[in-house]
């Protein structure tokens, strides 16, 4: 079982810069495959960002790349998604996710949920 607490939310305006982090309970955070997706308001939920256990490969929608980096620290349990030249259309709420297999974009594949923070970027 792993609990998933994202912060670092909040109110941005266009341009600028936030980074989400996800704590994760438990010792074995290190064998889960990590991911970041995002919910519009009256939309379905998006991947934004995967990363392998060791952090060595990762992916992203073609929408981030560029503007997003997903990374991790297994020895304080966390990833990461730096967040850069946001857009308004970048509003949502985030979540991380894990998984004991590689999802990549598939949000079906993982396991555990976060409760999500709220990212809104103003014009």
């Known amino acids: 079982q792993v609990q998933l607490i994202e912060s670092g939310g909040g109110l941005v305006q266009a341009g600028g810069s936030l980074r989400l982090s996800c704590a994760a309970s438990g010792r074995t955070f290190s064998r889960y495959y990590m991911g970041w997706f995002r919910q519009a308001p009256g939309k379905e939920r998006d991947f934004v960002a995967a990363?392998?256990?060791?952090?060595?490969?990762?992916d992203y929608a073609d929408s981030m790349k560029g503007r997003f980096t997903i990374s991790r620290d297994n020895a304080k349990n966390t990833v990461y998604l730096q967040m850069n030249s946001l857009k308004p259309d970048d509003t949502a709420i985030y979540y991380c996710?894990?998984?004991?297999?590689?999802?990549?974009?598939?949000?079906?594949?993982?396991?555990?949920w976060g409760q999500g923070t709220q990212v809104t970027v103003s014009s």
């Open positions: 990363i392998t256990r060791a952090g060595g490969s990762t």
């Open positions: 996710a894990a998984g004991t297999s590689y999802s990549g974009s598939y949000s079906s594949g993982y396991n555990y």
